[in-house]
């Protein structure tokens, strides 16, 4: 059996920065998650307002857990 390729100094290189890319995307999220529940308890009594902003939430979250699989696949192929 053939060994699995080897990963090179550059494809680790190029591994990392996508983590970074892909952590700094998070944080991003993250902050607007946080202004999104801020805006909501500001707007708490304007139903139109607050099914927006949880649409907006919602595609957020969507958003996150896509970045966090990236994030998973990556940091793997990293380990591996």
């Given at each position: 059996?053939?060994d699995?390729p ?12 996508t ?11 993250s902050?607007?998650e946080?202004r ?7 707007h708490?009594t304007?139903h139109?307002q607050v099914?927006?902003?949880q649409?907006?939430?919602?595609a957020?979250?969507?958003?996150r857990k896509?970045?966090?699989e990236e ?6 192929s990293?380990d591996?």
């Amino acid at each position: 059996l053939p060994d699995a390729p080897r990963s090179t100094a550059a494809d680790q290189r190029g591994l990392r920065k996508t983590l970074a890319r892909l952590e700094r995307q998070l944080a991003k999220v993250s902050d607007e998650e946080q202004r999104i529940h801020a805006d909501m308890s500001v707007h708490a009594t304007d139903h139109e307002q607050v099914l927006g902003l949880q649409a907006q939430l919602a595609a957020l979250i969507d958003r996150r857990k896509v970045l966090e699989e990236e994030w998973l696949v990556t940091a793997d192929s990293l380990d591996g």
